[in-house]
C-alpha cells in the first residue's frame, strides 16, 4: 500500500481528530495528497488538498474555517486536523494522491488508501 490513513475514531460534537495519511514510497504520482469522506448513503467527496511541499492548500467551503491540512517536512506523512467536529462530519475517510494540482474530483486520484471511520455522535 502507498497510502496508508489512521487517527479516525468515535468523538462527539465539538471534538477534534487528527488524521494522518502516511506515504509509504515516493513517487511523482502521489505529488498532491487530498482527503475524501464518504458519508453513509453518500457520494464520495473532496474535501481538502495539499502539495507535498505544501505551497498548495485547497477546501471545501464547509470545514475551511474548522479543519487544517499539512505536511511534515519530508513530504512523507499528510494530516488533517479536524476541530469543532459535527455530526454531518460523519463517513470514512480516505487520502488519495494524483501527480498534479489539486482537486475536489475523486475521478482524478489514480491512488487510494483504505479509509479510516470518523464518527461523531452524542
Known amino acids: 500500500l502507498q497510502l496508508v490513513e489512521s487517527g479516525g475514531g468515535l468523538v462527539q460534537p465539538g471534538e477534534s481528530l487528527r488524521l494522518s495519511c502516511a506515504i509509504s514510497?515516493?513517487?511523482?504520482?502521489?505529488?498532491?495528497i487530498g482527503w475524501f469522506r464518504q458519508a453513509p448513503g453518500k457520494e464520495r467527496e473532496g474535501i481538502s488538498c495539499?502539495?507535498?511541499?505544501?505551497?498548495?492548500?485547497v477546501y471545501i467551503d464547509s470545514v475551511k474555517d474548522r479543519f487544517t491540512i499539512s505536511a511534515d517536512n519530508a513530504g512523507n506523512t499528510v494530516f488533517l486536523q479536524m476541530n469543532s467536529l459535527k455530526p454531518e462530519d460523519t463517513g470514512v475517510y480516505y487520502c488519495?494522491?494524483?501527480?498534479?494540482?489539486?482537486?475536489?474530483?475523486?475521478?482524478?486520484?489514480?491512488?487510494w488508501g483504505q479509509g479510516t471511520q470518523v464518527t461523531v455522535s452524542s
Open positions: 488519495a494522491g494524483r501527480p498534479t494540482t489539486c482537486s475536489m474530483a475523486d475521478t482524478l486520484y489514480n491512488s
Open positions: 514510497e515516493f513517487t511523482f504520482d502521489l505529488e498532491y
Open positions: 495539499i502539495s507535498r511541499t505544501g505551497s498548495s492548500i
